[in-house]
């Protein structure tokens, strides 16, 4: 259960996570194809919201991140499917151990990936009609779900060896002047 002060850091940490998606995605994204698709390491950041925010929150940041770059970026074609398919890539990961970077996430890593590359083939044959395209548009895109899941590696490394979660999602407020005293 979360108490409203953790409420309101796991909303404003979702917010900050979702304006990172958008900015990673598109800032660094490369087109592919002709329908508007691009591949970029936006994911890394939504596999990061999966690893520290309670489940619903890492959804919101995953939807709301990467369906507003898709709208910036002019695919606006693709917002619908962005907002249903990322939030489904989080349920792989957990945010229940004490580091980010776990044997889950690992192995969560590929299987978002995987999933990812599956769901947008199906989502470009339900808008396009066109099979053989989505097939072999989705081993272009799986330069995608590897370049996110290096980046995520590397962060989740960072952020474990500065304790990150533990200083962030303290168990308590009590504790809240121990950061002004340090």
């Avoid at 490369?30 to 591949?39: A, D, L």
């Avoid at 590897?146 to 980046?151: A, E, I, N, R, Y």
Wanted: net charge positive; glycine share 8%.
């Amino acid at each position: 259960m979360i108490n409203g002060h953790s409420k309101v850091k796991a909303l404003a940490i979702s917010a900050l996570l979702a304006a990172i998606i958008c900015i990673t995605t598109t800032s660094f994204h490369i087109p592919v194809g002709v329908n508007g698709g691009y591949v970029h390491v936006g994911d890394a950041f939504i596999y990061m919201a999966a690893s520290i925010l309670p489940l619903p929150y890492a959804m919101m940041a995953s939807a709301i991140g990467a369906g507003l770059a898709d709208l910036i970026s002019g695919a606006a074609v693709w917002v619908i499917p962005t907002i249903i398919i990322k939030p489904i890539l989080v349920l792989f990961f957990t945010r229940k151990k004490e580091n980010i970077l776990c044997k889950r996430n690992i192995l969560a890593v590929f299987l978002a990936g995987f999933t990812g590359v599956i769901l947008y083939c199906l989502a470009e044959y339900i808008m396009y009609g066109n099979f053989l395209a989505a097939f072999y548009m989705s081993f272009i895109t799986l330069v995608q779900p590897v370049g996110s899941g290096l980046v995520f590696v590397m962060a989740a490394l960072a952020l474990d060896k500065v304790k990150f979660k533990s200083k962030v999602f303290l168990k308590g407020v009590k504790k809240w002047w121990i950061y002004y005293i340090q």
